[in-house]
Every structure is written in C-alpha cells, then in structure tokens.
C-alpha cells in the first residue's frame, strides 16, 4: 500500500496523457477529457458504464470490394487505443473482469476487445459512502472497497489518497511512492468499514441462481415486472456485463464492410432465426431473459451472476422496473409445498 | 392523501368489484426518487397501491395494446385519452372495452431536469402547492416546480382530458395558447438551414439505438418497424450520420396527424434527445394544411387515411 498526494496523482495522470487518452466520469458517462483536474467523483456511478471504451457500440471488423461477384478482402482494422481510465468503482471492475472472461478468458479470444481492453490502464476509486440504489454486497459484501483488476486502485483518505495495485504495470507506475505507515493504514481500515456501512442491508443471493430458475415458468412472479415493461434496450445498454452484439454488413459501391453493434436481447430480432421462428416471440420472455441471464443462467454456466449491484438500470428504466424487487421478491416465493 | 389519489383507488375498487374491468392501469409509488411507475392492478384489494403525483408523466395509453384481451380501465391525462383515441380510430384497441378515468393534469415533472438539479438520488423529496422540497447531504431546498416541468407540459394545450368515461377533479385552466403552444417551432423556424440541420445532427448524434423513443410511443405499434425489416432491409442500424437521421425522420414522419406531443419520446430517452420541436412540427402541419389535431374525437377517421376533395394540396405541381 502506496501513499500518494492529490497533486502527484494528478500529475502521474496526467504525465500519462502526454501519450494516451484520459477517460474520466463526466456527467452521464465516461468521456476523454484533455487533462484531469480533480480526483473526486460523484457518489456512486455513472449513468453508463465504461464498457464503451472496449466494447464500441460501432465497431468496424473487416472491409471488403465486391468485383465481378466476388468478395475480396481489403482490410482488418484492428483498433488501437492506449489511455488510461480514471474513476471506476469497483462494481466496474468486477463487471470488467466478467467482460475481460466472457471476450478474451474463454475457448475463443476477441481480438477486436483484447486489443483495446490491454491498451487501457484502469484506475479505480474506492466508494466512500455508496449511493441508494447500489447493493454490489447483495453479491460480495467487501466489493465497494475491492481492487479487483485495476491497475491502480484508490482509496481516497481526508487530503491524500492510498494506493495499491494489482498488476505489474500499475505497480511500476506506484514503485517510486512511499508506502503508507501505520496510521494511514488504520484509517484505511476506518474507510473500509465505513462504506462497507453505507451499503444496504444485504438480500440473501446463496442460492439464488436455482431460485430464479425455478421461477422461469411461473407466470404470477414475472407478470408485475412485466406489466410496466416498455419492451426498449436500456437495461442492457447501460448495464456494465451486457456484451451482446450483432453483426451487420454494409455495401456502398461495391465496397463492404462488416460490422458489430450492441444488441440487447429486449429487442424482437435478439433471437429470430433464419427460419422465421422466435423463441422469444413476445416481450414477457424478453424481459424475463434479462432476468435470468443476469441472476442464473450465468450463475449456473460460469459460476458468476451477471449482475454487479451498480443499479444502473434500475436509476436508469423509463418505468422504474427495479432487479432488486425481482431478487427479494424471489426469496419470499415458495415454489412446490406451499 | 391528495383526494384525486383516495377518488382513484375508489373507483378503481369499485370498477374492479363490479366486474367492469378487469384491470385498472394506473401509477404507483417508485422506488427511486421522481418516479411514479405504472402499475396494472387486477383486484380490488390492490387498489391502494395507487397514486397520482406530479411524476406520473409516462403516456399509459403505450401500455393498452397488451391488454388487449381484456376489460382496462385506465387512469389518463389529457394527452393520454388523446392517443386512446388514436388507438381507436386506428382500431388497435376497442373503445368498449376501455373505461377512461381522466385526470385533468397539472403538468408533470422532468426526471430528468430534477436530477441534472439535485442529482439521482436526494433523501427525500416532497411537494407542497407548486414547490418541491428537495433534501440533499441533510441540505433542503426549495424550488418552484415550474422550473422543473417537462417540456411537452410546459407547451400543453390539451392539459384535460379529451375523451372519458368520467372524470376525476375539476378541469384545469388552460396555461398556454395555441401560438404560444408552438414557440419552441417558432424559435426554430428563426434559425438557418445550417443552423436547423446542425441541430438535428446534435440531437441525433446522441442516440445509442436503444429505441426506448419507439417504444414508449403509444403510436408506434407497429409488428415489424421498418428498422428491424430484413428483408427489404430498408436501412442500416448505425451510428452515422445518415443512418441516426434516417432513423429518427422516419420515425417521426410515421407520426404525422398521430402525434399528441405527449412528450413520452423525450421524456423516456437515456441520453436526452429532445424530439418537442419536431412533435410541435408534427403537429402544426396537421393543423395548417388540414385543419386537423390528433386524437380529438374517436368519431374522426385518421388525418392520412381520409380524402377530401378540398384538402390542402399546394406541394402538387
């Protein structure tokens, strides 16, 4: 654990600049911004997460020339971003780790997210007071103070803030800052309870991926939810796990390119096959889709729930649908005996 | 408890009870600040969990098509019973099997500028006459509430409902004219073309595809939208220039002699694009070339399936 002053923070940032992108919260989201100027955040997060930045809504994979009815290829951009981002709660860094195994951790590697996920140093903040709609410690009760896979990671104390790090370059970056004495380590420990505090009562989540499997049939548990569900994609979009995407081809005078946008499986063409058939044909499996991915099916396949607690989308749905309700609501449900 | 709240559970329990409905589609209690969420109550002993308050500022009507098969009765604003309306003459939905409790509307707020205001989360929020108290980090503040209306509000001409079955409260005055109902178009029009389409492009530019505009508009319902047809596949879902203007033009042209500037598509955008200069256009083409509003009566047949010999026809050569 490093000792590291507000000013020299800024400048270790900003001497990075010189050569990358600074990402920083601003406002809804996370934006490049020419130097940064403070090291305080808004409680909380960020209205979208940071996703973005390594999984483009838009991202070009190859282009292509159309002669004579045959395709040939032109080119295979692969991205290449360096920058670092400042500012990512640890409920980011957990929902990065899953992005980082879902694109690059399992039998096939995405070039396209590698390439921009290895050029981004990640410079997390630790949650002093968390806002009302977080309950990252429904899934792990010392997230709010977690480095997962930051590269920095901050605590920030009264005028300076602890540093420690978790990866090679991040502590080459911290290897000429002093390490913290003992009192700064107490009031670590002071910090850590604190926000630990400032998060909800916990929902009980032991069990909850068969819980809501349970559920997948059950047409009275969903109906509630979906009642008021408008059918858009801001649930996914907004939320820092989702990483489905579609892709589309594109030809303007015989010169092609191939494609990738967000998807969200809220939308009807999610699942339609070639053969006209839906297996999701209307809103109610969608929504409930949402749902079970995020709180069992991943549970069950990769041992990890889809849902950090950043409560993203629910500050963000247009009809206050709330993931929290689903969650407790699933406890009291009994299924069977009752 | 506000009386049109303790009149709405009443009728709602007593059109539940009767058997006249099957459903009352109405708005509850969020769980996060300024936010009512709607709420679909099929027995009379859920009744209480209905409200009404300055945030109810969603158009439920979006919410009539999956009910289809049912009785609904439905808690609307002036510009939701406009577009029940709509959805009649359209004939998505069946005037008799709809009982429209209107609720003359005051004006709802904007999530959105309250929280660009206070923030996402304050502790507590109340509203007394026309202030809202906000308190925040244990600081309370107080502000008029006309600050913080929708814009789609702030320009209502239609704030009392237009086509019920009975209606709750005494009618609202009327705040703005009809001029002063399309200042926002009128501002507009001032501006260059190049000013005008750099707007568009701003606005537009915005967009993450989400399609939550399509969605919570009570008009939009169509099977397939023409962005998600394949084959023809009409246009391509990025985010140029092109194909961002395309998608929303089109979306909003589908709207002419539709739209009841409810303000829905700007109200529910993540990013907040604002659609009201181009609803107010909607609107305003209806009404000069055609003498026509939407969603007036639901004895009207629709603006653009009729044909009337002296209809406005100056764009033929």
């Keep these: 654990m490093k000792i590291i002053k507000t000013d020299e923070l800024l400048n270790l940032i900003n001497n990075l600049g010189k050569e990358m992108d600074i990402w920083a919260p601003v406002g809804d989201s996370f934006e490049r911004v020419p130097s940064l100027k403070t090291v305080e955040i808004p409680q909380g997060t960020t209205h979208f997460s940071a996703k973005e930045i390594f999984f483009p809504k838009e991202q070009t994979l190859l282009t292509y020339k159309r002669e004579d009815g045959n395709f040939e290829l032109d080119s295979v951009p692969l991205p290449d971003a360096k920058g670092v981002i400042f500012g990512l709660r640890s409920c980011d860094l957990v929902a990065i780790a899953e992005m980082d195994e879902f694109f690059t951790g399992r039998t096939y590697t995405d070039v396209y997210y590698q390439k921009l996920r290895e050029g981004m140093l990640l410079f997390g903040v630790a949650c002093k007071q968390a806002a009302p709609t977080c309950f990252c410690n429904w899934f792990d009760p010392d997230v709010p103070v977690n480095p997962g896979v930051a590269d920095v990671y901050l605590y920030p104390l009264e005028n300076y803030l602890l540093a420690t790090s978790t990866t090679e370059r991040g502590e080459k970056m911290l290897s000429s800052f002093p390490d913290a004495d003992e009192e700064s380590l107490e009031k670590l420990e002071r910090f850590k309870l604190e926000s630990i505090a400032s998060l909800p009562e916990k929902q009980e989540t032991d069990g909850l991926a068969d819980r809501i499997y349970e559920l997948f049939d059950d047409k009275q548990f969903w109906q509630g939810t979906f009642d008021r569900c408008l059918g858009c994609g801001i649930c996914t979009f907004v939320c820092p796990t989702c990483h489905c995407f579609d892709i589309q081809e594109e030809i303007i005078n015989r010169v092609g390119r191939r494609y990738r946008l967000w998807d969200s499986c809220q939308f009807s063409l999610f699942t339609l096959e070639a053969s006209g058939l839906n297996p999701r044909p209307t809103r109610f499996e969608r929504m409930r889709q949402r749902f079970m991915d995020k709180l069992s099916y991943s549970y069950k396949e990769f041992g990890k729930y889809q849902c950090v607690g950043c409560g993203r989308c629910v500050v963000m749905c247009p009809a206050n649908i709330d993931i929290r309700e689903v969650i407790a609501k699933s406890c009291t449900v009994s299924r069977g005996g009752g | ?317």
């Design chain 2, 1 to 317: 408890m506000d009386s049109v709240t303790s009149q709405i559970r009443e009728r709602a329990k007593a059109l539940l009870s009767e058997g006249k409905v099957d459903v009352v589609i109405g708005f509850t209690e969020g769980t996060i600040p300024f936010t009512a969420r709607p709420v679909a109550v099929a027995h009379p002993e859920e009744v209480e969990c209905l409200v009404w308050n300055r945030f109810c500022r969603l158009n439920l009507a979006s919410y009539l098509r999956q009910f289809k098969d049912k009785k609904i009765g439905i808690i609307a604003k002036g510009c939701d019973t406009r577009s029940i309306a709509i959805l009649c003459t359209e004939q998505q939905v069946n005037r008799d099997n709809i009982y429209i409790i209107g609720i003359p509307c005051e004006g709802m707020l904007s999530r959105k500028t309250l929280r660009e205001r206070f923030g996402d989360t304050p502790e507590k929020v109340e509203i007394k006459d026309d202030i809202i108290e906000v308190t925040t980090s244990g600081k309370k503040e107080s502000v008029p509430i006309s600050n913080f209306l929708d814009t789609a509000c702030r320009f209502c001409i239609h704030p009392n409902p237009v086509v019920y079955d009975e209606m709750i409260d005494d009618e609202v005055p009327i705040r703005v004219s009809q001029e002063e109902h399309y200042s926002l178009l009128r501002e507009f029009e001032k501006k260059s073309p190049d000013e005008r389409w750099k707007y568009f492009r701003e606005e537009f530019s915005k967009c993450i595809r989400c399609y939550a505009c399509r969605e919570a508009c009570p008009t939009c319902y169509c099977e397939e939208c023409f962005v998600d047809s394949l084959n023809p596949k009409w246009i391509d879902k990025g985010f140029s220039e092109s194909d961002l203007s395309i998608w929303h033009l089109t979306r909003l042209y589908h709207q002419a002699g539709r739209c009841v500037e409810c303000g829905n598509c700007s109200a529910v955008c993540p990013v907040g694009i604002d659609f009201n200069v181009m609803t107010q256009k909607l609107s305003l083409d209806a009404l000069q070339m055609f003498q026509y509003e939407a969603g007036m009566s639901i004895d009207e047949k629709p603006l653009l399936q009729t044909f009337k010999q002296d209809d406005y026809n100056d764009f033929v050569m």
